[in-house]
Antibody, heavy 126, light 107 residues
Framework: EVRLVESGGGLIQPGGSLRLSCAASGFTFSNYEMNWVRQAPGKGLEWISNVSISGISTYYGESVKGRFTISRDNAKNSLYLQMNSLRVEDTAVYYC???????????????????WGQGTLVIVSS | DIQMTQSPSTLSANVGDKVTLTCRASQSIRSWLAWYQQKPGKAPHLLIYKASNLESGVPSRFSGSGSGTEFTLTIASLQPDDFATYYCQQYNTYPWTFGQGTKVEVK
């Protein structure tokens, strides 16, 4: 069974930093691109970041570019999101989600999100 | 960025009804569209990928269609478990973007 478990959320003051983690199990983590998606309270979904299977290539939404850094440790089956210069508008539930699978360097085109964690809540407030 | 617009924002329906949700993209996304269902306090759940492909384990009453800029999600006969919010997502171009959601509620 695929399992994604996020952790690291909490209450943080504006301008502060937080590091989220996502522990993966039940699948070959190193074969999947990974993503972070967030949802502000009562709002819709916002994709914020993607990392390639090697961790070399990363992509960000404009709202977090330059402040957030996505990374992964395939040996630990873990995904991370380092969040700096946090703003009130970053308050949200943060989900990790699997992306496309890649085998022997060849990746499928389908960049949808098959598996999701339960989310971790980040509240940015003074 | 590609804007995804869903309509209606809220849909009131009865169990057994056939319901159709619409998603429009601001430019062509070919067939690179997914649909998700989300219930309160839960993570989204993938229903449809590549516009019309049913994810494994998803009931066959769900179907998707469309290409280019116009897409639909149809629930053939609404069941009590289907009252939820539905989101479309394009993955043709970074940044991947979601629609604002359609809430399907009890009439």
């Amino acid at each position: 069974e695929v399992r994604l478990v996020e952790s690291g959320g909490g209450l943080i003051q504006p301008g502060g930093s937080l590091r989220l983690s996502c522990a993966a199990s039940g699948f070959t983590f190193s074969n999947y691109e990974m993503n972070w998606v967030r949802q502000a309270p009562g709002k819709g979904l916002e994709w914020i970041s993607n990392v390639s299977i090697s961790g070399i290539s990363t992509y960000y939404g404009e709202s977090v570019k330059g402040r957030f850094t996505i990374s992964r440790d395939n040996a630990k089956n873990s995904l991370y999101l380092q969040m700096n210069s946090l703003r009130v508008e970053d308050t949200a539930v943060y989900y990790c989600a699997t992306g496309r699978s890649c085998i022997n360097g060849l990746c499928h085109d389908d960049n949808y999100f098959t598996h999701w964690g339960q989310g971790t809540l980040v509240i940015v407030s003074s | 960025d590609i804007q995804m617009t869903q309509s209606p924002s809220t849909l009131s329906a009865n169990v057994g009804d056939k319901v159709t949700l619409t998603c429009r993209a601001s430019q062509s996304i070919r067939s690179w569209l997914a649909w998700y269902q989300q219930k309160p306090g839960k993570a989204p759940h993938l229903l449809i990928y590549k516009a019309s492909n049913l994810e494994s384990g998803v009931p066959s009453r769900f179907s998707g269609s469309g290409s280019g800029t116009e897409f639909t999600l149809t629930i053939a006969s609404l069941q009590p478990d289907d009252f939820a919010t539905y989101y479309c997502q394009q993955y043709n171009t970074y940044p991947w973007t979601f629609g604002q959601g359609t809430k399907v509620e009890v009439k």
